[in-house]
């Protein structure tokens, strides 16, 4: 499978505690997208990377929230702390570079989180 | 603050039947609007609209942009039980390079019934 991969699928966890997502993106894309999305709600973008560059974050963005995309490939979600309000789908999305992009983002299949 | 607004919030239609989905928008620096599809977890690209008046076709399914107006609609003809799914309006609204950026609407539900 060539797709976006997002792992875990699932993730149950107690207020309080960390949790890590990771993306692998397509191969030969080189922006990475992160969205989070809640039931009924349509995907709320949190951050984007062109190559290991983070270049956007949303400034609804918690602290508690941090993501790498060391040497360029896979990225990695983390959230610190978490509230029971982080209870979301949490999907990761790739795309071609500028000169090549064609308004299609690849979404993996997402990361649901669910805090007690 | 962007806003990206979709009517209805959800459909029921028999199979055979035609709908229209809409989406209206409010964004300080519009670039494109995109349609995506949702069936059970990935959103899957439809199309993207950058200019009024030229309607988008694939298939069953076409789009049209109106830029003064605001709006897009999303058509879908002779539906089928497989066209079931929510259905995504979005809008790229960052300048420079900062493209996928994307404000979506909360979409619309729509079942199809055989």
């Known amino acids: 499978d060539t797709g976006v991969s997002q792992n875990p699928r699932h993730k149950i966890t107690k207020r309080g505690q960390n949790v890590t997502f990771r993306c692998d993106p397509i191969?030969?894309?080189?922006?990475l997208y992160w969205y989070r999305q809640t039931l009924g709600q349509g995907p709320e973008f949190l951050t984007y990377?062109?190559?290991?560059?983070?270049?956007?974050k949303s400034r609804l963005l918690s602290d508690r929230f941090s993501a790498e995309r060391p040497k360029g490939s896979f990225s990695t979600l983390e959230i610190q702390r978490t509230e029971q309000g982080d209870s979301a789908m949490y999907l990761c999305?790739?795309?071609?570079?500028?000169?090549?992009?064609?308004?299609?983002?690849?979404f993996g299949e997402g990361s649901r989180l669910t805090v007690l | 603050e962007d806003k990206v607004v979709q009517s209805p919030l959800s459909l029921v239609v028999h199979e055979g039947d035609t709908v229209t989905l809409n989406c209206s928008y409010e964004v300080t620096n519009f670039r494109s609007l995109l349609w995506y599809k949702q069936e059970k977890k990935a959103p899957t690209f439809l199309f993207m609209l950058?200019?009024?008046?030229i309607e988008k076709k694939s298939g069953r399914l076409s789009s049209i942009l109106d830029k003064k107006e605001l709006f897009s609609i999303l058509n879908i003809t002779a539906t089928q039980t497989g066209d079931s799914a929510v259905y995504l309006c979005a809008v790229d609204n960052a300048g420079g390079t900062s493209y996928g950026k994307l404000t979506f609407g909360q979409g619309t539900i729509l079942t199809v019934h055989p």
């Open positions: 191969s030969e894309h080189n922006r």
């Open positions: 950058t200019s009024s008046g």
């Open positions: 999305a790739s795309s071609l570079s500028a000169g090549f992009y064609t308004g299609e983002l690849f």
């Open positions: 990377f062109q190559n290991e560059a983070q270049l956007e």
